[in-house]
T-cell receptor, first 116, second 113 residues
Framework: AQSVTQLDSQVPVFEEAPVELRCNYSSSVSVYLFWYVQYPNQGLQLLLKYLSGSTLVKGINGFEAEFNKSQTSFHLRKPSVHISDTAEYFCAVSDSIIQGAQKLVFGQGTRLTINP | KAGVTQTPRYLIKTRGQQVTLSCSPISGHRSVSWYQQTPGQGLQFLFEYFSETQRNKGNFPGRFSGRQFSNSRSEMNVSTLELGDSALYLC????????????FGPGTRLTVT
């Protein structure tokens, strides 16, 4: 079964500074990887996904992530953060159980706090 | 296109009672998954339904059950509520042939007292 580790539970950053949120997953033959964002009192919003192809994936709100198979990592980056990026971020991997059925396995989340 | 909707958004129940939560997927999506989110355990998979059939189930006791209707709407039921069932319950739907790509609703916040 797949597992996901988010290496930082909290990341404080100043506004307009760059940020990297780290994610490692257990190895597998092939994986689908995702980053979700959760704002207070809301559900999860899909930021970006890696299914195959280019290892650099661009998502919404200026975020991007790089898939690194050799290091089993999928780190999320943004070159310049804004106060509105304050939220909890979850890395997830799709775990295929049976043909057609999928479940997402999530990391514990990283709370990103942007300070003015 | 409207997103995933969940009702109710907030619910307070007493220990021992049962509760039913509802989820309407994005139009055209036939796969619906349910997750429980708590501060201690994080996000945990409950079950997944496709074409009215449960395809996958997480490691939860039998008090947690679900079903899916012919219009793809889904409900989950928790019987004999325990304090530890207090959580945010999230529903997600997936496009055809892309069950790995899940779009979440706003969740139902269940508080058990």
């Amino acid at each position: 079964a797949q597992s996901v580790t988010q290496l930082d539970s909290q990341v404080p950053v100043f506004e307009e500074a760059p940020v990297e949120l780290r994610c490692n997953y257990s190895s597998s033959v092939s994986v689908y990887l995702f980053w979700y964002v959760q704002y207070p009192n809301q559900g999860l919003q899909l930021l970006l996904k890696y299914l195959s192809g280019s290892t650099l994936v661009k998502g919404i709100n200026g975020f991007e992530a790089e898939f690194n198979k050799s290091q089993t990592s999928f780190h999320l980056r943004k070159p310049s953060v804004h106060i509105s990026d304050t939220a909890e971020y979850f890395c997830a991997v799709s775990d295929s159980i049976i043909q057609g059925a999928q479940k997402l396995v999530f990391g514990q989340g990283t709370r990103l706090t942007i300070n003015p | 296109k409207a997103g995933v909707t969940q009702t109710p958004r907030y619910l307070i129940k007493t220990r021992g009672q049962q509760v039913t939560l509802s989820c309407s997927p994005i139009s055209g999506h036939r796969s619906v998954s349910w997750y429980q989110q708590t501060p201690g355990q994080g996000l945990q998979f409950l079950f997944e339904y496709f074409s009215e059939t449960q395809r996958n189930k997480g490691n939860f006791p039998g008090r947690f059950s679900g079903r899916q209707f012919s219009n793809s709407r889904s409900e989950m039921n928790v019987s004999t509520l325990e304090l530890g069932d207090s959580a945010l319950y999230l529903c997600a739907s997936s496009p055809p042939y892309r069950a790995y790509e899940q779009y979440f609703g706003p969740g139902t916040r269940l508080t058990v007292t």
